[in-house]
């Protein structure tokens, strides 16, 4: 059963930074890509970045210049360094690993951007 767990969620200020971390109980090479998801209150989940197995990433517009995705291949972690967050950034984070049309879920950090 593949396990992903996400930490460093938490209350930060407007213009602050957070960064994001997710471990994955197998492989990343395993997957075609892992990533970041976030739900907001009343809003459907949506993409903020993955990484797929080449490295290329993809980056929802609202995260493009501020969010960047990484992953340390040897821990099989998956980071998100979020910088100059705004209220509306505030969420709770899913990783997510995907094979073909499966996507694994973990069980979300929550994130919190007062104004």
């Known amino acids: 059963q593949v396990q992903l767990v996400e930490s460093g969620g938490g209350l930060v200020h407007a213009g602050g930074s957070l960064i994001l971390s997710c471990a994955v109980s197998?492989?990343?090479?395993?997957?075609?890509?892992v990533g970041w998801y976030r739900q907001a209150p009343g809003k459907e989940r949506g993409l903020v970045a993955v990484v797929n197995v080449g490295g290329s990433t993809n980056y929802a517009d609202s995260a493009k210049g501020r969010f960047t995705i990484s992953r340390d291949n040897a821990k099989n972690t998956v980071y998100l360094q979020m910088n100059s967050l705004k209220p509306e950034d505030t969420a709770i984070y899913y990783c997510?690993?995907?094979?073909?049309?499966?996507?694994?879920w973990g069980q979300g950090t929550q994130v919190t951007v007062s104004s």
């Open positions: 197998e492989n990343i090479f395993n997957f075609n890509d």
């Open positions: 997510t690993a995907r094979i073909l049309s499966r996507n694994y």
